[in-house]
């Protein structure tokens, strides 16, 4: 099974604190997400990475960046919290020319600013 | 662009009922459409998929119809049961790059009563 494992599970930072997520799956797949979810408005995409050392913006990048060394791993980087950045984080991955197909979505990242 | 709201739309049903879950998309060139299941605590689990030369396509327990006309999307689950309580979010393909990003609706609660 595909699994994609993200590094924690709750967090609680003060604004302005630097805030690294970490997510690594095991499926050798080619691209990898990022989302946020908040109550009423769904899964935003933050950033999206479709290679190594390859990213590209989703629709809400603004406070936020990326890093893609290694395959398996996709981190996101809040260099400078602040409180509206309160919110579930989710990871997913899936395989090249499957742009059609699924994502498999880690259990999320729940962040809050205080 | 998405509806955005405050509130979670909910369905309540009973056991053994059948539930169908609406969604309507914004993009007529949308043209791969996805069901997504988020139990409490978890990341986003695949449920069915449909390509947009389809009207109907069956899963187990699960139908999804797709009617481009009025650019609507639902989801039918037979015989609900409370493992079925849950949020369901569709996603739609949007965009005319090489790589086309999902983009999710704000979702919807089902409620399982026994």
């Known amino acids: 099974d595909v699994k994609v494992t993200q590094s924690s599970r709750y967090l609680v930072k003060r604004t302005g604190e630097k805030v690294f997520l970490e997510c690594v799956q095991d499926?050798?797949?080619?691209?990898m997400f990022w989302y946020r979810q908040d109550p009423g408005l769904g899964l935003r995409l933050i950033y999206f990475s479709y290679d190594v050392k390859m990213k590209e913006k989703g629709d809400i990048p603004e406070g936020y960046s990326v890093s893609r060394e290694k395959k398996e791993r996709f981190s996101l980087i809040l260099e400078s919290t602040s409180t509206n950045q309160t919110s579930m984080y989710l990871c997913?991955?899936?395989?090249?020319?499957?742009?059609?197909?699924?994502?498999?979505f880690g259990e999320g990242s729940r962040l809050t600013v205080l | 662009g998405e509806s955005v709201g405050l509130h979670l739309p909910t369905l309540s049903v009973q056991e053994g009922d059948n539930s169908i879950i609406n969604c309507a998309y914004s993009n007529s060139a949308s043209d791969y459409f996805i069901w997504y299941k988020q139990e409490s605590g978890k990341g986003p689990q695949f449920i069915i998929d449909i390509r947009s030369n389809m009207d109907k396509r069956q899963g187990q327990r699960v139908t999804v119809l797709l009617n481009k006309t009025v650019k609507h999307l639902s989801l039918q689950i037979a015989a609900t049961q409370p493992g079925d309580s849950a949020v369901y979010f569709c996603a739609e393909t949007k965009g005319n790059t090489g790589f086309q990003k999902l983009v999710f609706g704000t979702g919807t609660r089902l409620l399982v009563s026994p």
């Open positions: 997913a991955s899936s395989r090249s020319g499957a742009m059609y197909g699924e994502l498999f």
């Open positions: 499926m050798d797949h080619e691209n």
